[in-house]
């Protein structure tokens, strides 16, 4: 089944950390690139943090330095490492998959609630 599905979040006190993770199932999963949103309750879903096939990371300006992204290929996860984490930060976190050579290929999981409590 064709699938990607998130996990980690949770309810965590102002400067406290979580760790996201993104599991992938039916693709080959090398060949996409991997996208963190979120949607913060009445707001657009944004783009946090994304890394490329070849590994390259790229973090929205309000978590860079405190949010780190990585791949592990042979596992078909990413994994999101959020530090310092703020009550802005507070949303679904939602994990995207899209194909590097065929972008229309989007595979959207179901999201997994953060919680920062200040």
């Known amino acids: 089944q064709v699938q990607v599905v998130e996990s980690g979040g949770g309810l965590v006190q102002s400067g406290g950390s979580l760790r996201l993770s993104c599991a992938a199932s039916g693709i080959v999963f090398s060949t996409y690139t991997i996208t963190w949103y979120r949607q913060a309750a009445g707001k657009q879903r944004v783009s946090v943090a994304n890394?490329?096939?070849?590994?390259?990371?790229g973090y929205a300006d309000f978590v860079k330095g405190r949010f780190t992204i990585t791949r592990d290929n042979a596992k078909k996860t990413v994994a999101l490492q959020m530090n310092s984490l703020e009550p802005e930060d507070t949303a679904v976190y939602y994990c995207?998959?899209?194909?590097?050579?065929?972008?229309?290929?989007?595979?959207w999981g179901k999201g997994t609630l953060v919680t920062v409590s200040s």
């Open positions: 890394v490329t096939t070849g590994g390259i990371a």
């Open positions: 995207n998959a899209r194909h590097a050579s065929y972008p229309s290929i989007s595979i």
